[in-house]
């Protein structure tokens, strides 16, 4: 069974956005199966777009889902 991990990215920047989300998968613990990235979109959607062109190696597949505020990335296994 997997974990999951949120990130919340409200009141940053795309560049300072980024660096958390780098941050965040270099240290990603081996269990977290799932991480939920909450972006927001009522202020604009640079960051949305940010996260939903981001790309990881860790990263298997995003999940844009029926909330815009939120992209999940499915993270690749071992």
Request: proline share 3%; charged share 25%; aromatic share 6%.
């Amino acid at each position: 069974m997997g974990y999951f991990l949120t990130i919340d990215l409200h009141g940053h920047t795309t560049e300072s956005a980024k660096k958390a989300l780098d941050t965040a998968l270099k240290t990603l613990s081996a269990e977290v199966h799932e991480v939920e990235v909450v972006h927001g979109y009522h202020q604009g959607t640079a960051l949305r777009d940010m996260v939903r062109r981001y790309k990881h190696p860790k990263i298997a597949r995003k999940i844009l889902g029926m909330n815009q505020g939120t992209t999940i990335f499915i993270i690749k296994q071992p």
